[in-house]
């Protein structure tokens, strides 16, 4: 879980330096329209939103049918892997080394010998 966590929250100090950046020095009418005009530019941001729905599919099935789950999707789909950084980190220190924790969440214990 450690590898994790340091992967995790790598994620979140370079994701919050580009944000920055973005949002300070970047408009994002203009670069975006710059980007939707490239074809290269449409399939990175697809590759991207399945990225996000994919990780939040995971998401959804770690929280369950939640408020929860519908907040942290939202947060990705807005704020992309910055989101789903922290949600990983948070996940693995919740684990507490377990990894079906990890994986399941909520549903962990369905996995669990008894």
Known sequence: MKIIKLIALLGVIS?????????????????????????WGIVSIVDLYVG??????????????????LLWVISIMILGFFSASVYLY??????????????HGKEASR????
């Open 15 to 39: 994701m919050s330096i580009v944000l920055l950046n973005g949002f300070l020095r970047g408009s994002f009418s203009e670069d975006g329209a710059l980007l939707l005009s490239n074809p």
């Open 111 to 114: 996995y669990k010998e008894v």
């Open 90 to 103: 948070l996940a693995a220190k919740r684990a507490q080394g377990d990894t079906l924790s990890f994986i």
């Open 52 to 69: 996000f729905a994919i990780f939040s599919i995971w998401v959804v099935y770690r929280e369950g049918k939640s408020l929860s789950a």
